[in-house]
């Protein structure tokens, strides 16, 4: 199981977001996307997932290109978590998991007894099983994350594609979650997920793909990746370096160095290059 | 205590939905009973039934087959259709103000009939003036269709049937504005406003096939609209194809509602007003809410029908004016209700 991108280009509304991207996530890998905002994260992930049709390249799902692929296959091996998804109406967060189930169902049949398993599953490993009878407007914003982040695992899909799955949780369940994302990839799956945390991303994914202006500028285990060159020409910051007791290192982004600043005045600047 | 939750969490929302259908269909065929039995004359119905059977034309027989039935008939259909088709755009478009005019086809089938009403063709042909709607409504799917096409955002969408909306709107105001004398005006005002008074088995004919075929594109999107609940993104990676269910929700609702408007006239907010009275008793899952939606929308519009004859006010009462009285302070005060539980 390996979900790729080989040159990938995305155009929206006239002005480049991907240019020419290519990278590959295998099953039981944990990749973490990063990188500074409008780099193009949430349009290369939706490029994988189907959802924004390429201008030139392809995304293959085990070398056949994703377009060939039925939808009802492509739902069953791809689940996708969407950035701040909302939940349209006051639903029970076990009906809101149970959609991932959706493309597991056979036409005019209820929930089979896998399904509800599936669901119970999803429910647990995302710690939302006690959140079961509550309804949509009573969720904190964490909570809601969680509950999406559990409809994403109701699919048990191969490959799981999240765009930032921690960015409303504290930090216990910031910990848990990436915790979580590792170990299903263990488990068999392959998850890319958009971090913004660094310290977090570094921590626990395998590697990391780092996205600049529409192209792929390191992609490498965390050590290799975040180097204090690339972080300060990518991200615009300086990090302080450390080692845990246990002899596990950790950066922290800590200084500002100003290299951005530039580059924010003139949003339009990459298409001119 | 576990297990058992688990076990009517299961059950639960499934089988209370089937029980839901099932007393609403029980409601529906009471008040259709109900509605063929309330008439301005006395009518012995075994009488009329069994002349009928026999087939002796008789007056009662002639009353059942030609008035009461049509009539109690057309308010089931055009209400199950308005009902059906306020689910779906509720859940479709994830707005609770989103009602089965919104995309303009209401309007467009009010402009078509009052077009042929205009150009004097009703007078010379019974159904011209049904027929006329519905090529209003047909010409407004095609439109909305081919205005979303551009797009794949339902904003696209509802901007697109506002703009018709305000169009054959205006388009209306224009036909009233030119009306030849004092009468016609009144009488296109009158139908505009919504009856089944004076219809007959051939608006029943006429409209059925083309709702009963409304209904299954609607329905069919059951499963589309519960993942539509997270996003449009979020149910195509679900495996739904958006541009088929946006094609078959607009044709759909173009037929249900655009056939109902063309034999009926406009019945305002039945469509608004049933979602809401649905959702909380479905758990709110947009899938669920389409039959028990379609359901109660039938019982309303004969209830409101009956009203309409039972009420001792002359000239009887518009069905559209009655559902709209009801209606709109309902609606208010269910908002406020949610509002405050808030």
Same mark, same amino acid.
């Given at each position: 199981?390996?979900?790729?991108?080989?040159?990938?280009?995305?155009?929206?509304?006239?002005?480049?977001?991907?240019?020419?991207?290519?990278?590959?996530?295998?099953?039981?890998?944990?990749?973490?996307?990063?990188?500074?905002?409008?780099?193009?994260?949430?349009?290369?992930?939706?490029?994988?997932?189907?959802?924004?049709?390429?201008?030139?390249?392809?995304?293959?799902?085990?070398?056949?290109?994703?377009?060939?692929?039925?939808?009802?296959?492509?739902?069953?091996?791809?689940?996708?978590?969407?950035?701040?998804?909302?939940?349209?109406?006051?639903?029970?967060?076990?009906?809101?998991?149970?959609?991932?189930?959706?493309?597991?169902?056979?036409?005019?049949?209820?929930?089979?007894?896998?399904?509800?398993?599936?669901?119970?599953?999803?429910?647990?490993?995302?710690?939302?099983?006690?959140?079961?009878?509550?309804?949509?407007?009573?969720?904190?914003?964490?909570? =809601?994350?969680?509950?999406?982040?559990?409809? /994403? #695992? *109701?699919?048990?899909?191969?490959? &799981?594609? %999240?765009?930032?799955? !921690? @960015?409303?949780?504290?930090?216990?369940?910031?910990?848990?979650?990436?915790?979580?994302?590792?170990?299903?990839?263990?488990?068999?799956?392959?998850?890319?997920?958009?971090?913004?945390?660094?310290?977090?991303?570094?921590?626990?994914?395998?590697?990391?793909?780092?996205?600049?202006?529409? =192209?792929?500028?390191?992609?490498?285990?965390? /050590? #290799? *990746?975040?180097?204090?060159?690339? &972080?300060? %020409?990518?991200?615009? !910051? @300086?990090?302080?370096?450390?080692?845990?007791?246990?002899?596990?290192?950790?950066?922290?982004?800590?200084?500002?160095?100003?290299?951005?600043?530039?580059?924010?005045?003139?949003?339009?600047?990459?298409?001119?290059? | 205590?576990?297990?058992?939750?688990?076990?009517?969490?299961?059950?639960?929302?499934?089988?209370?939905?089937?029980?839901?259908?099932?007393?609403?269909?029980?409601?529906?065929?009471?008040?259709?009973?109900?509605?063929?039995?309330?008439?301005?004359?006395?009518?012995?119905?075994?009488?009329?039934?069994?002349?009928?059977?026999?087939?002796?034309?008789?007056?009662?027989?002639?009353?059942?087959?030609?008035?009461?039935?049509?009539?109690?008939?057309?308010?089931?259909?055009?209400?199950?259709?308005?009902?059906?088709?306020?689910?779906?755009?509720?859940?479709?478009?994830?707005?609770?103000?989103?009602?089965?005019?919104?995309?303009?086809?209401?309007?467009?089938?009010?402009?078509?009939?009052?077009?042929?009403?205009?150009?004097?063709?009703?007078?010379?042909?019974?159904?011209?003036?049904?027929?006329?709607?519905?090529?209003?409504?047909?010409?407004?799917?095609?439109?909305?269709?081919?205005?979303?096409?551009?797009?794949?955002?339902?904003?696209?969408?509802?901007?697109?049937?506002?703009?018709?909306?305000?169009?054959?709107?205006?388009?209306?105001?224009?036909?009233?504005?030119?009306?030849?004398?004092?009468?016609?005006?009144?009488?296109?005002?009158?139908?505009?406003?919504?009856?089944?008074?004076?219809?007959?088995?051939?608006?029943?004919?006429?409209?059925?096939?083309?709702?009963?075929?409304?209904?299954?594109?609607?329905?069919?999107?059951?499963?589309?609209?519960?993942?539509?609940?997270?996003?449009?993104?979020?149910?195509?990676?679900?495996?739904?194809?958006?541009?088929?269910?946006?094609?078959?929700?607009?044709?759909?609702?173009?037929?249900?509602?655009?056939?109902?408007?063309?034999?009926?006239?406009?019945?305002?907010?039945?469509?608004?007003?049933?979602?809401?009275?649905?959702?909380?008793?479905?758990?709110?899952?947009?899938?669920?809410?389409?039959?028990?939606?379609?359901?109660?929308?039938?019982?309303?519009?004969?209830?409101?029908?009956?009203?309409?004859?039972?009420?001792?006010?002359?000239?009887?009462?518009?069905?559209?004016?009655?559902?709209?009285?009801?209606?709109?302070?309902?609606?208010?005060?269910?908002?406020?209700?949610?509002?405050?539980?808030?």
């Amino acid at each position: 199981m390996r979900l790729s991108a080989e040159e990938l280009r995305v155009r929206l509304q006239d002005r480049s977001i991907l240019d020419g991207v290519s990278l590959s996530v295998e099953a039981g890998e944990f990749v973490g996307l990063v990188g500074p905002n409008g780099a193009g994260k949430t349009t290369l992930m939706r490029a994988l997932a189907g959802l924004v049709p390429p201008s030139a390249g392809h995304v293959l799902l085990d070398g056949r290109p994703l377009s060939a692929i039925s939808r009802d296959e492509r739902a069953r091996r791809l689940a996708v978590l969407v950035q701040s998804a909302g939940i349209g109406w006051p639903m029970r967060v076990s009906e809101v998991v149970a959609l991932g189930r959706l493309p597991h169902r056979r036409a005019f049949a209820g929930p089979s007894e896998a399904d509800h398993a599936a669901v119970a599953r999803a429910m647990a490993r995302a710690d939302v099983t006690h959140l079961r009878e509550r309804t949509e407007p009573s969720l904190s914003s964490g909570e =809601r994350m969680r509950v999406l982040l559990a409809r /994403a #695992l *109701a699919v048990e899909a191969e490959i &799981l594609l %999240a765009d930032e799955p !921690i @960015t409303a949780l504290d930090p216990a369940h910031q910990l848990d979650a990436m915790s979580l994302l590792r170990g299903i990839s263990r488990a068999g799956t392959g998850v890319v997920a958009v971090l913004h945390d660094l310290t977090l991303a570094a921590r626990f994914c395998d590697r990391l793909v780092v996205l600049s202006e529409g =192209r792929i500028v390191a992609d490498a285990r965390p /050590a #290799l *990746a975040l180097t204090d060159p690339l &972080l300060r %020409a990518a991200f615009g !910051i @300086t990090v302080l370096r450390g080692t845990d007791a246990d002899g596990t290192s950790y950066i922290l982004p800590w200084h500002r160095s100003g290299r951005l600043r530039e580059d924010d005045h003139d949003p339009a600047g990459q298409d001119r290059s | 205590m576990n297990a058992p939750m688990s076990f009517v969490t299961r059950t639960t929302p499934q089988a209370s939905s089937r029980r839901l259908v099932a007393g609403l269909v029980l409601l529906t065929a009471i008040l259709i009973v109900a509605s063929v039995a309330v008439g301005y004359a006395a009518l012995d119905l075994p009488a009329a039934l069994g002349d009928w059977l026999a087939g002796r034309s008789t007056l009662p027989a002639l009353v059942l087959m030609e008035l009461r039935l049509p009539r109690a008939l057309l308010g089931a259909l055009v209400g199950f259709s308005l009902g059906l088709t306020g689910a779906v755009m509720q859940g479709y478009l994830r707005n609770p103000l989103a009602d089965p005019g919104i995309l303009g086809i209401s309007s467009a089938a009010a402009l078509g009939a009052v077009v042929v009403f205009y150009g004097g063709l009703a007078g010379s042909l019974t159904l011209a003036l049904p027929l006329g709607g519905i090529a209003g409504a047909a010409l407004a799917a095609l439109g909305v269709n081919l205005l979303a096409a551009r797009g794949t955002g339902t904003l696209g969408l509802i901007l697109a049937g506002v703009g018709l909306s305000s169009l054959a709107g205006a388009l209306t105001a224009l036909a009233l504005n030119l009306a030849p004398n004092p009468y016609a005006a009144l009488e296109i005002v009158f139908w505009l406003m919504g009856s089944l008074a004076d219809r007959s088995m051939d608006h029943v004919w006429l409209c059925l096939p083309l709702m009963i075929l409304g209904w299954i594109l609607m329905l069919s999107t059951a499963r589309a609209l519960d993942a539509l609940a997270l996003g449009e993104d979020t149910a195509a990676s679900l495996g739904f194809d958006l541009v088929s269910v946006r094609i078959r929700i607009v044709t759909g609702a173009a037929l249900a509602v655009g056939s109902g408007v063309a034999v009926s006239g406009a019945i305002g907010f039945v469509g608004l007003v049933v979602p809401h009275l649905v959702r909380p008793l479905v758990g709110a899952r947009p899938g669920a809410s389409l039959w028990p939606s379609g359901l109660l929308g039938a019982v309303l519009v004969l209830g409101a029908d009956l009203v309409v004859r039972l009420l001792p006010t002359r000239p009887e009462l518009k069905l559209g004016v009655v559902t709209a009285l009801v209606g709109a302070p309902f609606l208010i005060a269910l908002l406020f209700r949610q509002g405050r539980g808030r």
